[in-house]
């Protein structure tokens, strides 16, 4: 397969989980908050809110808009690690450096980002007890045939969370699917090199693949 493809197939794989963009001005404006603030460390307030309608629906589109350029970036650097050296070089890329790029955004748009999964690749995406049971009603939904909307949830520590379904894609099997089937053999024994508690294979097109974890660390629910 050559680069040129590659670059194709990882465009079309991440475009699939990027989620549709809205402006932030707008939440700003459609937010209904108290003024009350309380200094956290240097540098730092936390802004205790309301979780009404207005602001959480303010929130599901911040998160949306989030998740897009979180998506557009490891895109970014993806195609980059593809045309420089193959899909085995950006596997391993990503393995470096895509939390770091997750990271990367999340001080910019001063939240926390993950990408978590019940089947995980790397041990850090790993749910807790409650994600899992939210990625259970997720599941259950869908077997339901139900559309998935996000969902704003508190956290322990009284902060909203934004949380959204990622789909596998036809061409998310490429990593994710049946190896012998959709991974071929140096693609495999590259996975199981990098990430040996590997759970993220023998997805179906279509499957729920994880969630997206935006926790807004600047509010907190009164």
Known sequence: MNSHKLVTICSIFLSIIIIGCASQNANKENSEQLTENNSVGKNETVEHV????????????SGNKIARLTALS???SLQSAIKEGGLIHAIKFCNIEAIPITD????????NIRRLAKKYRNPLN????MESELYKSYILEWLGGHELKPKIITDGNGH???????????LCLNCHGEVGKNINE????????LYPEDKATNFKQGQLRGMWAITFTELKVK
């Open 50 to 61: 309301i979780l009404n309608d207005s602001l959480r629906n303010a929130l599901i589109e």
């Open 74 to 76: 490891l895109q970014r």
């Open 104 to 111: 990367s955004v999340s001080e910019t748009e001063t939240v």
């Open 126 to 129: 790993e749910t807790n007890a």
């Open 160 to 170: 909203p969370v934004y949380y959204n379904p990622i789909y596998v894609g036809a």
């Open 186 to 193: 140096e693609t495999a024994a590259t996975i199981q090199n």
